[in-house]
């Protein structure tokens, strides 16, 4: 699949939530040390910068119409039941917003179902929480798509 801008946006806002995390790690005292903390943080901030600037080229490519803006899915495990439960998405702004959001909402999932101390059944339940909070994701990503394909086509005119 080609790089769209909802895909990368999706990588700009987990690197953003994982460089919250490996901060947060380097205040506590225990985890992995110190250096090794620093070392995925800059590993973190030159995987950021390239993809920042990946995101520009894209942007500019895709305003001169010699890009894909939109790639079409071809997921065989999508549940229709779970499809589109993003509410109303008017800007690509927004659209990024509610991503990040998603993303961030997704790890906390994540973690809860690590958890040692809870029964699988409350595990199996934080999975399904997990599949739709991922299709959400994955239907906010389509929707940032669609809505710059929309803006680009209203400044064609």
Request: net charge positive; proline share 1%.
């Amino acid at each position: 699949m080609a790089e769209t801008l909802g895909s990368m946006i999706d990588k700009l806002s987990i690197k953003a939530i994982r460089e919250f995390y490996i901060k947060k790690m380097m205040r506590s005292k225990k985890n992995l040390s110190k250096d090794q903390l620093k070392d995925k943080l800059e590993i973190l901030k030159k995987q950021k910068k390239s993809l920042l600037v990946e995101i520009e080229q894209f942007i500019a490519t895709s305003h001169q119409r010699k890009g894909i803006i939109r790639d079409e899915k071809l997921k065989l495990y999508n549940k229709p039941h779970l499809m589109n439960k993003i509410g109303k998405i008017d800007s690509v702004a927004q659209g990024i917003d509610a991503l990040t959001k998603k993303n961030f909402e997704l790890w906390q999932l994540e973690d809860e179902a690590r958890r040692e101390d809870v029964s699988l059944s409350h595990i199996g339940k934080t999975k399904k929480r997990i599949d739709a909070a991922n299709q959400q994701r994955n239907d906010l990503m389509d929707k940032i798509d669609d809505l710059l394909e929309e803006k680009l086509q209203g400044e064609k005119r």
